[in-house]
């Protein structure tokens, strides 16, 4: 990848999940502050939260009846 060009989706979603779980390299970091629009990590990291919150409801639905 270029210095010059955006991350591409699965970039995203890596950069999102390593945020997520706190191991986001400072070189990733950096660049996607410097190259990325923050609006495309902010909704990504909402989605990846809304799906983690209802994985956990169905589980303990599933678990007590």
């Known amino acids: 990848m270029s210095s010059d060009s955006k991350p591409g989706v ?3 979603i890596l950069s999102v999940l390593a945020a997520l779980f706190g191991v986001q390299t400072e070189t990733n970091r ?9 609006g495309i990590f902010i909704g ?9 919150v209802v994985s ?9 009846p």
């Open 30 to 38: 950096q660049r996607d502050f410097t190259q990325g629009h923050p």
């Open 44 to 52: 990504v990291g909402i989605g990846f939260i809304v799906l983690f």
């Open 10 to 12: 699965f970039s995203i």
């Open 56 to 64: 956990l409801l169905l589980i303990v639905n599933w678990v007590l």
